[in-house]
Nanobody
Framework: QVHLVESGGGLVQPGGSLRLSCTSSGSVFGINTMSWYRQAPGKERELVAW???????NYADSVKGRFTISRDSSKNTMYLQMNSLRLEDTAVYYCNFRGLLQYWGQGTQVTVSS
């Protein structure tokens, strides 16, 4: 059983940085895609970044060049380094692990405000 726990969200000023973590309490064997999504108030959930295998990454255009996704398989953990944060990055961020099944974290709030 895979249980995902996110951490690292918070309040940050525009231009600031945060690093989100998503740790699985179970084995990630068979998980081939790890992703970060976000959902802003009144908007649909959107895909932000994803990593396939150990190093194949891709990003939404809105975060390209500012966010970096990575994983540490030894810790069953995925990260999202967010730099140059903007007001429009404010959202609840969710991690998602997908193999034959998919799993979601509970979400962590990121608020960018001056």
């Amino acid at each position: 059983q895979v249980h995902l726990v996110e951490s690292g969200g918070g309040l940050v000023q525009p231009g600031g940085s945060l690093r989100l973590s998503c740790t699985s309490s179970g084995s990630v064997f068979g998980i081939n895609t790890m992703s970060w999504y976000r959902q802003a108030p009144g908007k649909e959930r959107e895909l932000v970044a994803w990593i396939i295998g150990s190093d194949l990454t891709n990003y939404a255009d809105s975060v390209k060049g500012r966010f970096t996704i990575s994983r540490d398989s030894s810790k069953n953990t995925m990260y999202l380094q967010m730099n140059s944060l903007r007001l429009e990055d404010t959202a609840v961020y969710y991690c998602n692990f997908r193999g034959l099944l998919q799993y979601w974290g509970q979400g962590t709030q990121v608020t960018v405000s001056s």
